[in-house]
């Protein structure tokens, strides 16, 4: 954990230090998961401690979604694949455990291990340094007090072959705890994304995300001009690995690339020499951090530093400032969450992309990072002004791109529909170009309820005081499906809830969790558990109209092809087309919505009453039986 010494300290101290966010708090204190005595705006130092180890002790709150407080003993072999290579690792971590000593002594004392085992160490290296490695290491260690006699000992039994692999980046990460590592919100590129990246030998190269250099080691050649090679990150230790890491690479004691601690998130000019801070560079390639943690005075600063991107999201800060970063006909190359295409808290970013005119290509890479739930892109962008401005999507079974240009396809918030085919842009183009509203400031929306803690409030059976809950899962098109669970409604129990009045009239519900479209209209005023959600449409349109058009395959085809999502977000519903019907085309859909199970056929009888209110062709309708 970060430690803070001073007098007073307040819950923004607690976020620091528990690297949780405030609402977590507010949560643990409304649930009682923090007892009321600590329920204070400013803390003693002796009352923040317990506090401190209170949360550290508790069982309680080791079990829930933080993981903040606990380390983990897990290993992390990165790109470590053979079996003799991950037992030298599990042997090296667990040395480090037996030795009982802090995390940078044990990466020096390995460091020194590969470095001797290289043959890029002098036996008296330390005692008549000459090289540039020499210094490095015996300033490393003057720095951070470290004993080079006793750190030449610790793993002196271990002979660590070079093989690129940044086996020191893996140690340093295995030794870490999860808090250290969830903050920066990092993880290893695999080998195989990095294979069929060229690099021309007399380009200026820069990672602005670099940690332990691992993307480096796999883009780099060894006769590339190491003065040409920029490095930055805000992790001192994970730069020094970086150092080692190309001194390895380059098998030379002597290089001289330009490793620098520097924040590309919150931009210290400072940091940098004057030479680096002028510097444009050809390439630019990282994977940033996705989902960084900032305290609440993090955000505002952030919020207040990049006015038109109005995000703190860690790697759309980093896109920004690294194009500034750009030489003419340079190359950007990152690697991103897929969400970076359609998510809302992003669609600045790709705003200030489309207005900027550069070309991009953009390589679909599911799910290749271990570890990570999100799907992943490779997002490549060049400085260079074209007209008119195009995105190449490539997939991987696909030899021939989807071409989409900034002139002909632009929907809501920028979004870039990268899993549409160049005939599905048409259809889409088709379909938004008809007449239409859309619920976007024309409508309410509101989660399901939050408890805390389902298994203290939600009865299987129910009760005198108790009334129906409803899951996301027992929602279906047009009906909701018998309740499991019960609940004696008190808000003031409860994580979150929504106004009462939202749930009480009349309403669409929709499941939360889901890969297309499914929602019921309700006019009993059931209760909701959060993975259903509402909304309640303002506009003069019926909702009987609204449920029939999103329960209807078209409305999955848009979902599915415009954000390729599990989660059905509000800014995709309030994305979607209302068209503009008459009299008849609204009953014809309400008779429909009231009639839909007694006949076998509705579901059919929807389809195609959607199709023809946007007159698609045969060819069209195929398009979308077929997805």
Known sequence: MDQIDKKFYTKEDLQ???????????????????????????????????????????????????????????????????????????????????????????VFSLALAALRSAGLLAETWFKRPKSKLDFFLISWAKEKQINITKALKYFEDFYIPNLNDDFMGAFYQSVQSVAAKSKRGSFYTPASLLQDIQLPLDKKILDPCCGSGSILLQVLNPDHDSKQIFAWDIDATALKICRVNLTLFFKDPNITPHIELYDSIFANKTTLTKETEQTKFDYIITNPPWGSKFNAKQKRVLLQKYPELGTYESFSIVLFNSLRKLAPNGLLIFFLPHSFLNVTSHANIRKYLAKKGLPMKIILLGNSFQGVMSEAI???????????????????????????????????NFIIPATASNVDLDLMNKIYSCKHLLLENNAKFALGIVTGNNKQHLLSRPTPNSEPIYRGKDIDHFKFLNPVFYLEFNPDKYQQVAPLELYRQPKIVYRFIADKLVCALDKQGRLLLNSANLFIPTLDYPLETIVSLFNSKLYTYLYRK??????????????????????????????????????????????????????????????????
């Open 378 to 412: 490779r997002l490549e962008i060049k400085n260079t002004k074209v007209s008119p401005p195009e995105i190449k999507i490539f997939r991987s079974h696909e030899q021939q791109p989807t071409v989409i240009s900034n002139n002909t396809f632009q929907v809501k």
């Open 16 to 106: 620091t230090v528990l690297n949780i966010s405030e609402a977590t708090i507010n949560n643990w204190f409304k649930t009682g998961l923090i007892p009321g005595t600590w329920k204070k705006k400013v803390f003693s130092k002796r009352e923040f401690s317990d506090l401190i180890n209170y949360l550290s002790s508790s069982t309680k709150l080791k079990g829930r979604a933080n993981r903040s407080l606990a380390d983990s003993n897990s290993i992390c072999y990165l790109g470590i694949t053979s079996k003799e290579r991950r037992s030298l690792l599990n042997d090296a971590v667990q040395n480090y455990r037996n030795l009982a000593i802090e995390v940078e002594e044990g």
């Open 562 to 627: 415009m954000y390729y999502s599990k989660k059905v977000l509000r800014n995709h519903l309030e994305s979607l087309p209302l068209p503009l019907l008459n009299s008849k085309q609204h009953a014809l859909l309400k008779e429909i919505h009231d009639n839909f199970y007694i006949y076998k056929d509705s579901q059919e009888s929807l389809n195609h009453a959607v199709y023809s209110f946007f007159d698609l062709t045969v060819q069209e309708i195929r398009l979308i039986e077929d997805l």
